[in-house]
Structures are given as structure tokens and as C-alpha cells.
């Protein structure tokens, strides 16, 4: 276990990721009298304008039409760095009812395929991490499937992927449910068990905020179990109110479990990108403006995850499990003492 106070030797907060379609939003303010979506171009020069942001994802096939080594170099002289890829199974409408998990052989060939060719892309991009969300993977009847074959169809579907580039870090992404009723990936538990049958060494985990919350986890206890018996390769920040994956902005809800989670994940020795899983594009609010603000949101809460980190009242209160001081001083370190 490692243990950081100085926020300097992991979870290094100058990486910062978001979605690409996040910069989507309001496309008929910022593209006036264009027919068409905007390109991935369009979408990357105005995430460019964004201060402090550092990186971002691509998905994949959806966002990859040309070379990636060529996309990478023109996302390179905007100044932004590729952090990973996320693969999207929406290309054969077959999918719909499973990627790895589909009844056909041939189909679910297709998708093993298919997350091969995004890894290769990645690479070539020059990124080594492939983050795959199973969303297509599981069931909405009783009686619909046969769940272990499901499961070992599952298995060995990620056990491929995995095995075609040990280079390359593979991370599920799990979800409780949507577009499925319900997920084969639902939870940290299910995931971990997942990865310990599959038994690859590039093998981990993204947490995305709020499929955790309406997963009815605790975010922090979530990361400390993916860091005893996996790892915690991606970490999407977003809000919600636990019913749903709202895509608010960060800490605009739950802002005492964030902090928790990013002073875990310190504390476990995380240093990837933190990502912006967040939908400004739902409603159409200013995205450039949307991730400043989570960003500047993060910065602060790593501030007071430095303050708790070195407050040793913290640490005594948490050994005796003395709930009313943890809370009292958290507050007093969020806000200020009383004078």
C-alpha cells in the first residue's frame, strides 16, 4: 500500500481527459448554419480551448476515420495528448443484443474483432489503453438466457482481447444497467470476479462515478476492493443523483464521496488521467466553460485531500471509526474553522 502526501507521486492532478462528444454541445451556437454534426476535428479544436485540459478519449470505431497516427499528430499540434480509447459496439446492428455475449458465434467473432482492430488503432495512436464498457452484454427476461454459458462466453471474449496485446491495459468499465435491463457487469464485485476468471495480467478496472452510486456503491470502498484484487486503470468523474447515469458535473451532488474516492485512489498509488465523463451536451450548456469548472472543481478537491492527508485528528478519528469527528473535521477543513 502506498501512502502519498505531497499529491506529487501519484494521481498527478496535471492529466485531465473528457469526452470528446461532450464538445458537441450546443453545435448550432458554435457551428451557426451547419447541416451536419461536427466533425472529430471540429470537436477536438474546441476542447483545445479549454484551460488546463491535457488529454483525451477517443472512441472507437465512432471517432477514428482516418490514420491514428495522423489523428494523434493533429490532436498533438492543438496541444492535447490521447489518454485512451473506449470501444462502442453500435456499428452491426446485431450488437443490440450482445457484443462477446451474442447467441451467434459469427457476431460475437465480429465484436472480438473488432476491439482487436481499436487496440491496434490505439497503439498506433500511441496510446496503451483500451477501456471497454459491456453495455450490449447481458439480459432484460427471465428465461432469456443460459447465464453460465453467457458468463464463459464473456470470459472468453475478454481473455482474447487481452491476449492480443499484453502492452496494452485493458479496463471494464461496468454499468448496472442501459441499454440492457440487466448488465452482465453490473458492480465492482461481479467485475473482480470477472477478472480473476479471465486471470490476464493487463487486465483492470475504470470507475465512472456515477454507475458506482447507482450501482449502490460507495465510491472509495469500490477503489480500495478494485485496488486489493485488480486495479484501478481509469477514473471517470462525473455526478448523479443514483437513479441513473445523470453525467452531472463533478462534485454538483455527492461532493464528500468524490474527495473520498480521489484521496483512496491517492492513497492506492493511482496515476492515470482523471477523465470527464460529464453530459453538458444533454442540455446544451457551454462545454469549454463546463470543463474548466471541473477541472478547477478537482484541483480544490485535491487541496483538501492534501490538508486531510496531513491532519493526524483524521487519521485517529478513522481508527476509533468516530463518524461525528471525521465529519466534523472534513468540514473544517472544506470550509474553515469557525473563528
Not at 452491426?92 to 462477446?100: D, E, Q, V
Not at 487496440?119 to 496510446?127: F, N, Q
Not at 492480443?164 to 457487469?185: G, Q, T, V
Not at 483538501?304 to 468540514?331: F, G, K, P, W, Y
Request: net charge negative; with cysteine; charged share 25%.
Amino acid at each position: 500500500m502506498h501512502h502519498f502526501t505531497d499529491g506529487t507521486d501519484a494521481l498527478n492532478p496535471t492529466r485531465f481527459a473528457t469526452r470528446l462528444n461532450s464538445f458537441a454541445s450546443a453545435a448550432h451556437r458554435e457551428w451557426p448554419g451547419q447541416p451536419t454534426k461536427p466533425s472529430v476535428v471540429q470537436m477536438a479544436n474546441r476542447a483545445a480551448r479549454v484551460k488546463g485540459l491535457t488529454d483525451l478519449d477517443l472512441n472507437y470505431p465512432d471517432h477514428v476515420t482516418e490514420n491514428p497516427k495522423e489523428l494523434s499528430q493533429r490532436l498533438s499540434n492543438l496541444g492535447l495528448s490521447i489518454n485512451g480509447f473506449a470501444m462502442r459496439y453500435y456499428t452491426n446492428p446485431a450488437f443490440k443484443l450482445g457484443a462477446f455475449t451474442h447467441p451467434d458465434e459469427v457476431v460475437r467473432r465480429e465484436a472480438i474483432d473488432l476491439t482487436k482492430k481499436g487496440i491496434d488503432a490505439a497503439r498506433e495512436a500511441g496510446s496503451s489503453l483500451m477501456t471497454i464498457w459491456l453495455g450490449q452484454d447481458g439480459f432484460d427476461y427471465a428465461f432469456q438466457v443460459d447465464y453460465e454459458k453467457m458468463w464463459q462466453h464473456e470470459i472468453d471474449g475478454i481473455r482474447e482481447v487481452c491476449e492480443h496485446d499484453p502492452d496494452c491495459l485493458i479496463s471494464i468499465e461496468y454499468k448496472p444497467n442501459e441499454p440492457r435491463s440487466y448488465s452482465l457487469m453490473p458492480d465492482a464485485a461481479t467485475t473482480l470476479l470477472a477478472i480473476k476468471d479471465v486471470g490476464a495480467k493487463n487486465l483492470g478496472v475504470t470507475l465512472d462515478f456515477a454507475h458506482v452510486l447507482y450501482a449502490d456503491e460507495q465510491p472509495a470502498f469500490a477503489a480500495a476492493m478494485i485496488a486489493r484484487h485488480s486495479r484501478v486503470l481509469g477514473v471517470h468523474l462525473n455526478d448523479g443523483y443514483a437513479k441513473r447515469d445523470d453525467g452531472l458535473m463533478v462534485g454538483a451532488v455527492h461532493t464528500l464521496q468524490t474527495i473520498e474516492l480521489l484521496r483512496q485512489i491517492r492513497r492506492d498509488g493511482y496515476d492515470g488521467a482523471i477523465y470527464f465523463d460529464t453530459f453538458p451536451d444533454m442540455t446544451g450548456l457551454d462545454p469549454v466553460h463546463e470543463c474548466e469548472v471541473n477541472i478547477k472543481t478537482v484541483q480544490r478537491m485535491l487541496k483538501v485531500v492534501d490538508r486531510l492527508e496531513q491532519d493526524n485528528r483524521l487519521a485517529s478519528a478513522i481508527v476509533r471509526q468516530d463518524a461525528v469527528s471525521t465529519q466534523a473535521i472534513v468540514q473544517e477543513l472544506m470550509f474553515g474553522a469557525e473563528h
